[in-house]
């Protein structure tokens, strides 16, 4: 059960995971040791998965964001499964999901240009069988984060 110095904690790693567990422990009203003990409590049980940095997608040349809806070629175990792993190899998708209704997966996709998702394009559509594949280009991103509502 998380209490509130954890919310806390999670939630000021949300924003800066770089901090140090003094820096943590000032935010958060602990000091060192007790708060480092929490922080790995909460690596330990999962409620901290990893710590990342968070790239900025234009100045590293990947400013097209794709949304790619697939819909199935088959619906047996068999495909699911190598389709799960080709998919989640690609480099290119940032993030994969099973989708209730009409789409039967959702895919982020991060490209280069237009060109650039062309190429993953054609990539992806001869590593499975799939019914049909659409793609939205972002236009403008509006919000995006990480960080879940905790507080």
Known sequence: ???????????ALQRDATLSAAALGAQVGLSSTPCWKRVKRLEDDGLIERRVAIVNRQAVGLPVTVFVSIRAGQHDEKWLVRFAAVVSALPEVQEFH???????YLLKVAASSIEGYDLFYKKLIGLADMAG????????QIKSTTALPLL
């Open 1 to 11: 059960m998380l209490d509130r110095l954890d919310i806390q904690i999670l939630d």
């Open 98 to 104: 099973r989708m209730s209704g009409d789409v039967d």
């Open 133 to 140: 594949v659409s793609s939205a280009f972002s236009m403008e």
